[in-house]
């Protein structure tokens, strides 16, 4: 149970990264209102761009370097804090619990967002959901996992995750 609680956590640390990363950063204009302007000839960031994996900040879709501004560095550290929090709520919580915690925000969704979700996890005739049926692992870490998936797909991941580790 212990193997599978951290095989669990492992994917909600790449599935939040992916989530957050730079991967799915949303565009911005260097120097645009939100960034710093050039400072020794690097360019502003824009504004509500995301750190890239190594914790620098980049002009979206290029190599270069940028200087974040406030919106970037809240950007940052919002991730960092769920990236910790996630990391803590494994040892925290059990896996059965985690799969009632995804159950329970399930239900808080509004009709057409728990039928996107729905649709994303694929559930099987049962009820069940379906790439779970013929599991190696235990059916909740499979669905925990599942859940994960899916709430990145229809990009209800973040809100989870601070549902489960609320902003202080």
């Given at each position: 149970m212990a193997i599978n609680l951290l095989k669990t956590c492992a994917q909600m640390s790449v599935v939040l990264s992916i989530a957050f990363g730079?991967?799915?950063?949303t565009p911005a204009n260097a120097g645009a209102d939100g960034g710093l302007g050039p400072v020794d000839g690097i360019p502003g960031c824009g504004g509500g761009t995301d750190p890239s994996p190594d914790g620098n900040f980049y002009v979206p879709g290029s190599l270069q370097k940028c200087n974040p501004g406030?919106?970037?560095?809240?950007?940052?550290?919002?991730?960092?804090?769920?990236?910790?929090?996630?990391k803590r709520t494994g040892s925290d919580f059990g896996?059965?619990?985690?799969?009632?915690?995804?159950?329970?925000?399930?239900?808080t969704l509004?009709?057409?967002?728990?039928?996107?979700?729905?649709?994303?996890?694929?559930?099987?005739?049962?009820?069940?959901?379906a790439q779970c049926g013929d599991a190696d692992e235990s059916m909740a870490s499979c669905e925990n996992g599942a859940y994960l998936g899916a709430l990145t797909i229809t990009g209800l991941l973040p809100r989870f995750v601070s549902g489960i580790c609320p902003q202080r």
């Open positions: 730079a991967a799915l950063a406030k919106a970037d560095r809240q950007k940052l550290a919002s991730v960092e804090f769920l990236e910790h929090c996630l896996t059965a619990d985690l799969l009632q915690r995804l159950d329970d925000f399930r239900e509004r009709g057409d967002e728990r039928a996107e979700l729905d649709h994303a996890l694929q559930r099987s005739s049962d009820g069940g959901i």
